[in-house]
């Protein structure tokens, strides 16, 4: 199990940890100039993240890789 952490979507969010091997797709959001990431998760959870695409995308690539 690989925890991922990343800085939470909007002014006020809270960081949001998610468990890589959970990830099953993620895709890019805009909402009034405001840019992130949305990530689908198995089970139907949906959580927002204030980091673009590719850094979710090269964080999730780590996890696999080192298991970090």
Request: aromatic fraction near 8%.
């Amino acid at each position: 199990m690989t925890l991922l952490t990343f800085r939470g979507y909007g002014v006020q969010a809270s960081a949001v940890t998610i468990v890589a091997e959970r990830v099953l797709s993620f895709s890019q959001i805009d909402f009034n100039g405001r840019y992130g990431t949305e990530i689908h998760l198995d089970g139907g959870l949906t959580v927002r993240v204030e980091e673009w695409p590719q850094d979710v995308k090269t964080a999730l690539e780590k996890a696999q890789l080192t298991g970090e």
